[in-house]
């Protein structure tokens, strides 16, 4: 998931030059960001709408495109994350942060399969970059495009890259870009050209003093491998593997390391250490679980095996491989029949000639097609040798020797000649085979002996000086640990003697404490049963109390209603309006008034009262007791509010005597109208009470004498009473309103079971 490729690794076997030998090439890993989603989570939210959280959003995203495995809901999460980037890009008019986005995209499309909009993005990024004058992100952009070409096209566009990373000075990206492309001149059978711009990569690294060199080492110790310079390719081999342990690399790249260092060992015929190596890569191979370059270590040890003559060990491991990490690849299959053919054709099985038709068809007679032209050309030689096709065994060891000669492949041309001495002398062409004996022997000896021999000599004991001295010193080390061990040992051998005294003592002043401690154990339980039995009184108490309140707000209730019923009947023997309507004015308070006390003896909060519910009964009882259904309209806009009896009953008397006025007085001959109350919470414990009509309102003659009525100094007294304001004006009607402040002193919970 990543455009910056840290170490090449080809998804197929790749065959080079010896006997049954692949050369696998290195895991195509990953450059995952190293940045914590978490943490950049926790940044993103932080942050303001400004040009960092751009920068954060797009980490954060390259996060998911980089992540380890190719999941589609990882993708999915790095394009919305990337789609959040770009707006707040756009409405910063962050330049640079929307260039970033659109090549993000191409990537993200890359990585998704879509290729028609990874190349579209990708487009569209190189021209924003080019407008915007921006050399390293318009680089990135060309190596993003590299990604998605092949061949030649692909080198074209990573030196551009590499060019405008120059200019702007962007040195590990070139770099990485550099060791990108001698990679890919590698795998392309381009030793010289691979090999200089590797040592290039290889320097600017060492110039900005990065660390991390082991995936250029390897790929140099594969370019000398291919160019049969063994000296070089053991030491940039060695250096990888020193690096990667020393950064304590444990990637699969450390496998591919161990990979190359062992095919150097190869072809030194260094059997032990071939082994030794393969099976340290093969062993992290396996752990990754990465079927095809397990089956590579597989192969390359098979191939060991052919050569130590082992070939039923070689047959039980490719049997292994097939039974365990089986593949439908078709160059891996390919693989297989190529060990078999060698394996069967060493061991003069018939079914050699089998093998050797499936690779023919499939490589051509000349091994001129797909690739692996090296290992294909030496088996069909070997094997026409061997069943004595000499026109074919010429045709294909002469162009070997040609593809060996223009590489510089000593080792390869040594082969060669050896065989074709052997072909010679079969014949009875013996000038021609001492001929080639002896380009053979000089060819071999420009390999393995002379000042050659001693650079690899030197490299192994240098590594393995430096391998013992680390041995040495981990060894002191232990050492020491053991000597801290005794000593500690000891330590703690007296401090246990010390702490079982220690304990003795600790048991026995236990002993007593928990005598004492018993002792009060029974004393405090008489006392808390006795708390308890006076808890169970206090309830009980308690219990009474509530009772007797309910009993008394009943009781209350009743009298109240028992008055109310005496005036009733009392009215029954009055003919003067006057004494009737105080009469009826009185009843209406004392209704107010019982209602408060009714609600409290049903509640089971004996302290506050619900105005809403209050206010609501209220209205209920004006309207039955008026008949004003068809007149006038009320509407309620009360909130949930919980009053004392001391705050409830005065305001109760002040919505009634209101009520009571508009009925009456506000709206004059049939006239119809509205009456509106409201009960709201104006801030903390500040609430207003408004009493509203659309009616005719006060009289322009309204004089204070009639402020003095009983109604409104009712209403202005019970104001006071709850230290609250009265306000009474004219406005399209009459509206009084009264602010006061919520009594908290008595605050119980509300009685949420009631709902209105």
Request: hydrophobic share 35%; with cysteine; net charge positive.
């Amino acid at each position: 998931m990543n455009n910056t490729t840290i170490f090449s690794f080809k998804n197929y076997v790749r065959f080079l030059c010896t006997l049954s030998l692949f050369l696998s090439a290195n895991p195509n890993s990953i450059a995952q960001s190293k940045e914590d989603p978490v943490v950049l989570r926790k940044k993103i939210t932080l942050a303001g709408n400004d040009s960092k959280k751009v920068e954060l959003l797009l980490a954060l995203s390259n996060y998911y495109l980089t992540k380890t495995g190719e999941f589609k809901e990882d993708l999915d999460s790095a394009s919305v994350i990337n789609l959040k980037a770009k707006n707040l890009s756009n409405s910063l008019g962050y330049k640079l942060g929307k260039g970033k986005t659109i090549l993000l995209a191409a990537q993200i499309a890359r990585e998704s399969g879509n290729s028609r909009n990874a190349l579209k993005n990708t487009q569209n990024a190189i021209a924003y970059f080019e407008k915007n004058n921006m050399p390293e992100q318009l680089g990135e952009s060309y190596n993003e495009l590299a990604m998605q070409s092949e061949g030649d096209e692909k080198a074209k566009y990573k030196e551009k890259a590499i060019a405008l990373f120059k200019k702007s000075g962007a040195r590990k990206k070139q770099a990485t870009v550099l060791q990108e492309l001698g990679e890919y001149y590698s795998t392309s059978e381009n030793p010289d050209k691979a090999e200089a711009i590797s040592l290039e990569s290889l320097a600017l690294y060492k110039s900005i003093h990065y660390k991390d060199i082991q995936g250029i080492c390897n790929i140099l110790a594969e370019i000398y491998t291919q160019k049969g310079n063994f000296p070089e390719a053991l030491k940039y081999g060695l250096l990888a593997e020193k690096t990667a342990i020393a950064l304590n690399d444990k990637t699969l790249q450390l496998s591919s390391i161990y990979n190359h260092v062992a095919l150097v060992y190869y072809y030194l015929r260094q059997n032990d250490k071939t082994e030794e190596y393969w099976q340290k890569a093969l062993k992290i191979a396996t752990q990754y679980k990465d079927t095809e370059y397990v089956r590579t270590i597989a192969d390359n040890l098979s191939s060991l095996y052919i050569r130590q003559k082992k070939e039923n060990e070689a047959l039980k491991l490719i049997k292994e491989m097939q039974d365990h990490y089986p593949t439908s690849n078709i160059e891996r299959i390919m693989t297989e029949n190529y060990l078999l053919f060698n394996i069967y054709r060493i061991q003069k099985n018939a079914k050699a000639a089998i093998y050797y038709k499936k690779m023919a068809d499939y490589y051509g007679d000349n091994a001129d097609r797909n690739g692996n032209t090296f290992a294909v050309l030496r088996s069909f030689a070997a094997y026409h040798y061997q069943v004595k096709n000499y026109p074919s065994f010429y045709r294909n060891i002469k162009k070997l020797d040609s593809i060996a000669a223009a590489m510089g492949n000593n080792n390869i041309r040594s082969e060669s000649h050896n065989i074709w001495f052997k072909a010679d002398s079969s014949r009875g062409d013996y000038i021609s085979a001492i001929k080639h004996y002896q380009l053979y022997k000089s060819l071999s000896d420009s390999v393995f002996k002379g000042e050659k021999s001693k650079q690899i000599s030197s490299l192994q004991v240098e590594f393995e000086s430096e391998q013992k001295d680390k041995n040495i010193d981990l060894l002191k080390q232990q050492a020491k640990v053991q000597e801290i061990q005794i000593q500690k040992d000891t330590v703690i051998r007296y401090v246990f003697i010390g702490s079982v005294v220690v304990l003795i003592l600790f048991l026995a002043v236990l002993y007593k404490s928990f005598r004492l401690k018993k002792k009060k154990n029974e004393q405090l339980e008489i006392k808390r049963q006795q708390i308890e039995a006076q808890n169970e009184l206090n309830k009980k108490m308690l219990l009474e109390k509530e009772w007797l309140l309910k009993e008394i707000h009943h009781r209350v209730k009743n009298n109240l209603q028992i008055v109310i019923s005496l005036l009733n009947t009392q009215s029954a023997y009055l003919d003067n309006e006057d004494a009737l309507l105080a009469i009826q004015n009185s009843q209406h308070r004392m209704h107010a008034m019982s209602l408060i006390h009714q609600k409290l003896y049903q509640s089971d909060n004996l302290a506050n009262i619900d105005m809403s519910w209050y206010i609501f009964e209220l209205i209920s009882y004006m309207r039955e007791c008026f008949d004003t259904d068809t007149k006038i309209n009320f509407a309620l806009e009360t909130e949930k509010v919980y009053l004392d009896v001391a705050q409830a009953v005065p305001l109760g008397l002040i919505i009634n005597e209101a009520i009571n006025n508009a009925i009456k007085y506000a709206f004059p001959k049939d006239r119809k109208g509205k009456v509106t109350i409201e009960l709201k919470n104006t801030g903390e414990n500040n609430y207003k009470l408004v009493i509203a009509d659309n009616g005719v309102g006060l009289p322009e003659n309204f004089e204070d004498t009639e402020r003095n009525s009983l109604g409104m100094n009712l209403m202005m007294g019970l104001t006071d009473q709850i230290d609250g304001e009265f306000e009474m004006k004219n406005d399209s009607g009459l509206t009084i309103k009264i602010t006061f402040t919520k009594n908290t002193e008595f605050e119980g919970t509300a009685d949420d079971s009631e709902i209105i």
